[in-house]
């Protein structure tokens, strides 16, 4: 897998003033609640993603419908096992070249998954971002349901401040949670994991290989990784183009 120490990014320990800045955080998810968090692409806002309540709020927070359902990010390929069906031979190339990094990829949802994400056609979009406080957060968590953390149709937050200004009067910062400040988070807060300037606001590049495309890898959205660097790193040759319910995964975001 790549090496995810460059650029050099903020530690959970160096952005924050709480000593665990990741345990209220998970706390919180594992109570229902949202928060942003930076990524490798934009931040996102995401949700405990087998919690159809929170991934119900997470979708009414970015304003959008059950039938753009969010991406999941995961802190290793090894995740997967349990939620996707399988790992096609394409997939696990294009992981090993591309992973942790700027690579979603669509699978096949396992049969026996009861998560509720929404619309999703029996596929999940799946991801490893090359950042460290994210990856952090998501070995602490496990997968969440991640959208880039701005309302639909408004330009993607690539800093904590744009982040926070995406949805006024609920985001709250770590500091407020720290021992001896006053009050707790509630299930409605926004809780926000400063990790500086993201690379943004290009998003991740986006291929299929669900169903028919398990052998035919299709991109449904260009973004930070180019056609022809994925089929030379891969070895794979991949068409471009828009097919069923994934076509509204090009505006998944983060």
Request: aromatic share 2%.
């Amino acid at each position: 897998m790549r090496d995810v120490s460059h650029p050099p990014q903020p530690s959970a320990s160096t952005a924050h003033p709480h000593p665990d800045p990741l345990r209220p955080a998970c706390e919180h998810l594992r109570a229902g609640g949202l928060v942003i968090l930076p990524t490798d692409t934009v931040y996102g806002i995401g949700c405990n993603a087998a919690d159809a309540g929170a991934v119900e709020r997470l979708l009414a927070a970015k304003g959008r419908g059950r039938q753009m359902p969010p991406p999941v990010l995961v802190a290793d390929p090894a995740d997967l096992t349990g939620i996707v069906a399988q790992v096609p031979e394409a997939a696990r190339a294009l992981m090993e070249a591309f992973w942790p990094g700027a690579l979603t990829l669509i699978l096949e949802a396992d049969e026996t998954l009861t998560w509720d994400l929404g619309e999703t056609g029996g596929t999940l979009a799946v991801r490893m971002p090359a950042h460290e406080l994210a990856l952090n957060l998501l070995r602490r968590s496990g997968p969440l349901a991640v959208t880039s953390a701005n309302p639909t149709g408004a330009p993607p937050a690539t800093d904590a401040a744009s982040a926070r200004a995406a949805f006024p009067g609920r985001v709250r910062d770590l500091e407020e949670l720290a021992p001896g400040s006053a009050g707790s988070a509630r299930c409605e807060d926004i809780l926000l994991l400063d990790g500086g300037a993201t690379p943004g606001p290009v998003p991740s590049t986006i291929v299929t290989l669900a169903g028919a495309h398990a052998r035919a890898p299709r991109i449904l959205r260009q973004g930070v990784l180019a056609q022809e660097d994925l089929e030379r790193v891969a070895g794979l040759a991949l068409s471009e183009g828009t097919a069923g319910v994934v076509r509204d995964r090009t505006g998944a975001g983060a």
